[in-house]
């Protein structure tokens, strides 16, 4: 199961969740030097929130604000949910 | 009050961020038709998430919603508990749809223990435009919204410059506002490239009596923002009308420059006062 949200514009991220033995995080970003540890906590707590377990989540970071990196892995996880 | 309402995609992250710095009266924060259908979900995510988290928000804020009665309607409406929107945009709204509203509205607040959402009414068909005075006295309603877009398709006819096609339309919502103490709320210009066109079209509009004026690009708030204020003068010459009718409260009708002023001329410099104040002009 997999689940895509987002775009590569200015501002946005584009994530990819899909299932997988276990919970593992890829972060690039263009502003990943300042900012890599929130993002990944972004990321961590909305999982959490959520109780997603074993995926591995692929975000390609422009510069998203927090709620905007949210928002689109919560999208995703409601398309890989769907994706059967 | 409002002078000027912009449109943001509820879907995009760049303008949301900026949302709180443009000169907007209020922000439209649109799931419906700036927002393609597999994209509605995404949408509504963000501008949830922009509402709850964001220390600073504009100073008004309107959520257009889609159609009530169709898909996404009760999800976009799943906002309000967020207690940030200000407003609902209703797209096509006619007396069914006031109705159906309502009373969806009566329930939900009820069961979630809201607050009355107070509404704008979109009215972008031929039977939204005959049927508004059946619906305009609505508790719920604050303004009326031409969508002149929509409304054209529906006529099968074409927007011009000049807007004649649209002057019934502008003109029945503009009563209708005054007669119900609502706001009227004119149609986008869509050219947003011709500053010289905007003013054209926001004087024209204003002087036929519409109050505010949707934008669709924030370079166009600044020439929407200064045709729907008071103007200096018009400041100056309503401090003055109210300064001589205090000192002399009983005396109903007196002169100035050279004119009669009584009571409705007394009534309209108290509004030109009050809609100083209120955008900060004074």
Known sequence: MKGIAGSKESNDCLITIETSEKTKIEIQSIVGAFFYEQILKTIEDTLTENRIKNVLVKIEDRGALDYTIKSRLLTAIERMKEDV | ?282
């Open chain 2, 1 to 282: 009050m409002f002078r000027s309402l912009l449109f943001i995609p509820g879907n995009n992250p760049s303008m949301l961020q900026n949302a709180d710095v443009f000169s907007a009266d209020a922000i439209i924060f649109d799931l419906e038709d700036a927002i393609s259908i597999n994209e509605k979900t995404n949408a509504r995510n963000l501008v949830k998430n922009y509402l709850t988290t964001s220390s600073v928000l504009p100073k008004q804020v309107v959520l257009r919603v889609n159609a009530y009665g169709g898909n996404w309607f009760e999800k976009d409406i799943e906002l309000l508990k967020t207690g940030k929107v200000d407003y609902l945009l209703i797209p096509k709204m006619d007396k069914l749809t006031m109705e159906g509203i309502d009373r969806f509205l009566n329930h939900y607040e009820t069961t979630n223990h809201l607050p009355e959402t107070k509404l704008i009414a979109l009215i972008e068909t031929s039977r939204g435009v005959l049927e508004l005075p059946d619906f305009a006295q609505n508790k719920r309603l604050v303004a009326l919204f031409l969508g002149a877009e929509d409304l054209t398709s529906d006529l099968e006819i074409k927007r011009s410059e000049s807007g004649d096609e649209i002057f019934y339309a502008r003109s029945k919502i503009i009563y209708t506002s005054a007669a119900n103490h609502l706001v009227a709320i004119d149609t986008p210009y869509t050219n947003i490239n011709s500053s010289e066109g905007l003013l054209k079209d926001c004087t024209y509009a204003m002087s036929i009596g519409m109050k505010a004026k949707a934008c669709i690009h924030p370079n166009q708030l600044e020439i929407v923002n200064k045709v729907f204020s008071p103007s200096e003068d018009e400041i100056k010459w309503a401090l003055a009308i109210i300064e001589i009718h205090e000192t002399k409260p009983n005396v109903g009708a007196f002169q100035f420059q050279g004119k009669m002023i009584d009571k409705p001329i007394i009534d309209r410099a108290k509004k030109i006062v009050e809609k100083a104040k209120k955008f900060k002009l004074l």
